[in-house]
């Protein structure tokens, strides 16, 4: 009864080359478009998990660490298993629809939620969105 | 507890059932012991009840489902279950009691997203299809529009 499929949202990729990494819904297009005539949702997720820092590491190494490489991808409803976690990290200016359409405006849209991810990670909130599933 | 004991040897292989399996029942995961403990009260709701009671309420239950059949609007099936608790039309749903554990715990889980009753009928998938008037196994089901019957404010009650 209640929508839960909401921006914000973590969720885990079930299908594709990013079957068990871990996404933000970003926006949500519930009853679809004319080309995609389903629900789906644009997420952006964490291709790259980054590894565990430990209180030994340098500061090179921290850095090294705690590096995250990012996703975007508009991925049907069914192919996502949303969990109870939310992630409030504001991406909507950086990611949307035609940042998808062409190649350079992706790649300039994935940096920006990288290095937007990897600061969320460096403060230590939200741990379990940055620990890689173990399955 | 039935959860370990399926999820580490018999799902691994698959990948996509492992991903959901991981999701709700790791053991060693915080969310894991949520939906771990989730699925260990819904199974111990529906288990002791005395036989009088259960078998007029079982009376009861079908009925009403026969009345939502004639008068309501429903989905039969899995992926319409889903479909119903994700676009949050789904008011109910009605899981048969033989239904695969990983299937159980995931429209569970659905459910608790999304605040939606779920009810473990007291039969297999055979005799919720009979309750629903149709020929074909019903293994879980989704009442979006009750109708006349009051199934939704009588049965969430008692799971």
């Known amino acids: 009864?209640?929508?839960?499929?909401?921006?914000?949202?973590?969720?885990?990729?079930?299908?594709?080359?990013?079957?068990?990494?871990?996404?933000?819904?970003?926006?949500?297009?519930?009853?679809?478009?004319?080309?995609?005539?389903?629900?789906?949702?644009?997420?952006?997720?964490?291709?790259?998990?980054?590894?565990?820092?430990?209180?030994?590491?340098?500061?090179?190494?921290?850095?090294?660490?705690?590096?995250?490489?990012?996703?975007?991808?508009?991925?049907?409803?069914?192919?996502?298993?949303?969990?109870?976690?939310?992630?409030?990290?504001?991406?909507?200016?950086?990611?949307?629809?035609?940042?998808?359409?062409?190649?350079?405006?992706?790649?300039?849209?994935?940096?920006?939620?990288?290095?937007?991810?990897?600061?969320r990670f460096k403060t230590g909130k939200n741990r379990w969105f940055f620990t890689k599933l173990r399955f | 507890m039935v959860i370990p004991s399926f999820s580490i040897d018999t799902f691994l292989s698959y990948k996509t059932y492992a991903l959901q399996l991981r999701v709700l029942v790791s053991p060693d995961d915080e969310e894991g012991r949520e939906g771990a403990l989730f699925s260990c009260y819904a199974q111990r709701s529906t288990a002791m009840a005395p036989v009088k009671k259960a078998k007029k309420s079982t009376e009861s239950i079908n009925n009403r489902l026969a009345l939502v059949m004639k008068s309501g609007k429903y989905t039969l099936g899995y992926k319409t279950v889903l479909r119903s608790l994700r676009n949050s039309k789904g008011k109910l749903v009605i899981i048969a009691n033989n239904c695969p554990p990983l299937r159980k715990s995931e429209i569970e889980y659905y459910a608790m997203l999304g605040k939606v009753g779920v009810h473990h009928f007291n039969g297999n998938n055979v005799d919720l299809g009979t309750a629903c008037g149709k020929y074909f196994r019903v293994c879980c089901l989704s009442i979006i529009d009750p109708g006349d019957s009051d199934i939704i404010k009588s049965i969430p009650g008692d799971h």
């Open chain 1, 1 to 119: 009864m209640v929508k839960f499929l909401k921006p914000g949202k973590a969720v885990i990729l079930l299908n594709g080359r990013f079957a068990g990494r871990k996404a933000v819904i970003v926006r949500s297009f519930d009853d679809g478009t004319r080309d995609r005539p389903y629900g789906h949702c644009l997420v952006a997720g964490i291709a790259k998990y980054p590894k565990k820092v430990i209180r030994k590491d340098s500061a090179k190494k921290t850095a090294k660490k705690s590096r995250v490489k990012a996703f975007l991808k508009v991925v049907n409803y069914t192919h996502i298993m949303p969990t109870r976690y939310t992630l409030d990290v504001d991406l909507k200016d950086i990611v949307n629809l035609d940042s998808l359409h062409s190649r350079d405006k992706k790649v300039t849209a994935c940096k920006e939620t990288k290095a937007r991810l990897e600061e």
